[in-house]
């Protein structure tokens, strides 16, 4: 039994040590780093039994992500491409400071898991779960995963499984318009929506006062729980009519990526987990989980439930109702 499910692309991240340039680096850090796998990891090392779906190429790559996943406790339930041109998506940070900044470069097409089908993944993880989750990532990378994101999502909601989406728009996969089309087409089936606001703003055209962009978003579209993340000025959510805020808690800032992945994954594994929460708990736990993401290398938060309430008891009060 799985208290969290989760199913999208998890790539190999290659990345220069830090000011140095992709053209002329001679070593590279290789971590395992996807939306959904960082969601299941962060649940895991925070209490949670998490289940990530997909599909991965039979080779040392794929068996490589497989075995950073399960080493945070992540039941990695996938479908084996054994064919001799499956491949695993790779992506290369190139870290800079200012003006330069970081850049990030993909290398993704033609991916085993763009070929992935409802038949083929095991779905059986699903039965006793608490909670499916995926992101706008995973129907953006090729018309199948599109068709397959909006059946593993249906099939969920006929079990009576609680599903969370994240919109998580990339510029780099398709535009505001096309992602905000395929969202609305999954909201039917989504139960917690969580997004970023400028998410909100390009893809749903929605703007203005967050708390009435999300009690928006929740009628028009029958959501249960609407969770919106504003960067530095932190989140909101609404749920069952009442409205609650959260602040963000200061971190150094090692490696950024992920951040928003830990969110989730912190807030899933407090609302939904076996030492399950309220709402407010739960954006608490998000919150904390996400500054300690910060001051982690890599794109998993490698935090430990001791930690997060040690960053939530350190500053009390960051809630408000």
């Known amino acids: 039994m799985s208290d969290i499910v989760t199913f999208g692309e998890t ?9 140095e340039r992709l053209e002329r680096a001679r070593e590279l850090d290789a971590h ?4 959904e796998s960082n969601v299941a990891v962060a649940a895991a ?22 075995s950073e996943l399960r080493a945070h406790g992540v039941d990695v339930a ?11 998506g790779t992506y290369y940070l190139e870290r800079g400071g200012e003006p330069r ?12 898991v763009t070929t992935a089908t409802p038949d083929e993944l095991p779905t059986s993880a699903l ?56 969202y609305e087409s999954l909201f039917p089936h989504v139960d917690v929506l969580f997004a970023a606001e400028r998410d909100v703003t390009a893809c749903l055209g929605r703007e203005g006062d967050p708390v009435e962009v999300a009690n928006g978003l929740l009628s028009d579209f029958d959501f249960e729980t609407v969770v919106l993340t504003r960067g ?3 989140s909101v959510a609404v749920h069952d ?59 998993v938060a490698v935090v430990t439930p001791a930690e997060v309430a040690a960053v939530i008891d350190d500053d009390a009060g960051g809630i408000s109702r």
């Open 45 to 66: 090392r925070l209490g949670c039994d998490t289940a990530w779906l997909s599909k991965l190429p039979d080779s040392p790559l794929g068996r490589r992500v497989a």
């Open 78 to 88: 996938v479908a084996w491409d054994r064919r001799p041109e499956a491949r695993l």
């Open 32 to 35: 395992a780093g996807g939306a």
């Open 232 to 234: 530095e000025a932190g």
């Open 127 to 182: 039965e006793d779960a608490s909670v499916f989750y995926t992101s706008g990532i995973t129907p953006a990378l090729s018309p199948t995963l599109a068709e397959t994101t909006a059946a593993v999502l249906g099939a969920s909601t006929k079990a009576g499984v609680t599903t969370a989406f994240d919109l998580n728009y990339r510029s780099k996969l398709w535009t505001p318009e096309e992602a905000g089309e395929a």
């Open 11 to 19: 790539m190999l991240r290659l990345s220069p040590p830090q000011g």
């Open 241 to 299: 009519s009442e409205v609650f805020e959260q602040s963000v808690y200061e971190a150094d800032t090692y490696d950024p990526i992920g951040t928003g992945d830990a969110f989730v994954g912190g807030y899933l594994a407090k609302r939904f987990g076996p030492d399950a929460g309220s709402v407010d708990d739960a954006l608490a736990y998000a919150a904390a989980t996400a500054a300690l993401k910060r001051t982690v290398e890599g794109d």
């Open 101 to 112: 900044g970081s850049d990030v470069i993909y290398d993704r097409t033609g991916a085993s």
